[in-house]
């Protein structure tokens, strides 16, 4: 008995689920862009506090109202477009960053802050923090390089957007304070730059540390169920898809069949013409048994120069099929390159899984049929159950009359 009774969950209030439905319309489901959208909505946000404190100073008599309406108006008209851009997928198909404020945002930020500088009058150094923003923006989305380009287009911008208010208005911008803002400006700006080239490094080495362990992780998991010379996959791992394959069979009674194949004389062809002739025997036989097969068919390296095959939902008279249709393939394949006169054929027994037998009981019974094809001559396929090689394989010929004497 638990110890600790178990709390039903509350289904979600209306409001609850109102709130979910227009922020699944708004932000999207899809978990990337739903993170560059919730970025862009952060800076919807920070634009709308500039321009309540813009406003504020249109209160206080510092901006005139005019300036102050085109400035605000033209930011939110940009974000709104930057939404659209995102929100319909249009700036991912041109290659755009969605994963948080990209060129575009910041570039569009940038002329924000100088026109606001342009017309604050005497707060005019105040609007300088929007630098500082900027720069805060570019730690994680931009690489280092160009972290220095915005660094140097912001500061240049700022010099020619404080020189162009002092000669449009001399009375409010007086030159002696701009140069001093601007040089404050440059002792900061640089700073928060060189911060944000480090950070810009920091996830640059990351994300490749990152690929590279997803690069070994994916190659141990193809070595944990791939064999290293053949690719076809390897034994244990195929053990675990005939399981599954056996508890699927159980479920819907399909036919499922188990064919074990051996090739013949493969000692002879290590001893004579060694063991890397012999690697690419087994390379090639690998790569027709796949070609021969379905794609639905499961087909593994069991060991040495043994082969297996499971077919799903496929009963025996099909199963014998794709064997001939390997056999065949084998006819036709030039192993000239190998050695001179190189044939390659295999044994095989094949088995169909009985009702509720297990798997162990299945490859023995595969294996000793593919022993007794062996023994009777190799070069053929051996049936576990001859009530399903009569159904198999075609009718022989009636036998001759004999002549009368």
Not at 143 to 150: C, E, F, P, W, Y
Not at 183 to 209: E, F, G, K, S
Request: charged share 20%; glycine share 6%; net charge positive.
């Amino acid at each position: 008995m638990p110890m600790f009774p178990k709390i039903p969950r509350l289904a979600p209030s209306p409001a609850m689920h109102a709130r979910r439905s227009l922020a699944d319309l708004l932000l999207t489901q899809q978990p990337k862009l739903r993170f560059a959208l919730a970025m862009w909505l952060i800076s919807l946000c920070t634009y709308l506090l500039y321009s309540g404190i813009l406003l504020y100073q249109v209160h206080l008599g510092f901006v005139r109202p005019t300036p102050a309406a085109l400035c605000i108006a033209g930011a939110l008209l940009a974000n709104f477009g930057f939404y659209v851009a995102m929100r319909s997928g249009w700036s991912a198909r041109l290659g755009g960053n969605q994963l948080g404020l990209g060129n575009a945002q910041l570039a569009t930020g940038m002329v924000f802050m100088w026109a606001n500088y342009a017309i604050v009058g005497p707060a005019s150094g105040s609007t300088l923090i929007i630098l500082a923003s900027h720069m805060v923006y570019a730690l994680f989305n931009l690489s280092a390089r160009r972290v220095a380009v915005l660094a140097a287009v912001s500061l240049a911008g700022l010099a020619l957007t404080m020189w162009l208010a002092h000669v449009l208005d001399p009375a409010r911008y007086d030159p002696d304070l701009q140069i001093v803002g601007w040089l404050y400006a440059c002792l900061v700006i640089p700073l928060i730059a060189l911060l944000a080239q480090r950070v810009a490094r920091m996830n640059d080495a990351i994300r490749t540390q990152s690929q590279k362990l997803a690069d070994a992780l994916a190659r141990v998991q193809e070595l944990a169920t791939r064999d290293d010379l053949t690719r076809l996959y390897n034994r244990r791992h195929m053990m675990e898809l005939m399981e599954m394959q056996l508890a699927q069979r159980e479920r819907s009674s399909a036919p499922l069949c188990i064919a074990l194949l051996d090739i013949d004389h493969f000692k002879r062809v290590n001893d004579l013409h060694g063991h890397h002739t012999g690697d690419e025997v087994l390379r090639r036989f690998a790569a027709e048994t796949s070609g021969a097969m379905r794609s639905s068919d499961l087909v593994a390296r069991w060991g040495g120069e043994e082969f297996i095959v499971m077919f799903p939902a496929t009963p025996m008279a099909q199963a014998q099929t794709a064997l001939l249709r390997l056999e065949s393939r084998l006819l036709g394949a030039n192993f000239n390159d190998l050695a001179a006169d190189l044939r390659i054929t295999f044994s095989a027994g094949l088995i169909e899984v009985r009702h509720g037998e297990a798997l162990q009981a299945c490859i023995e019974r595969a294996d000793r049929a593919m022993y007794r094809a062996k023994a009777a001559g190799r070069n053929r396929v051996d049936f576990a159950d001859s009530s399903l090689l009569a159904q198999a394989l075609p009718e022989p010929l009636p036998a001759a009359a004999p002549e009368p004497a």
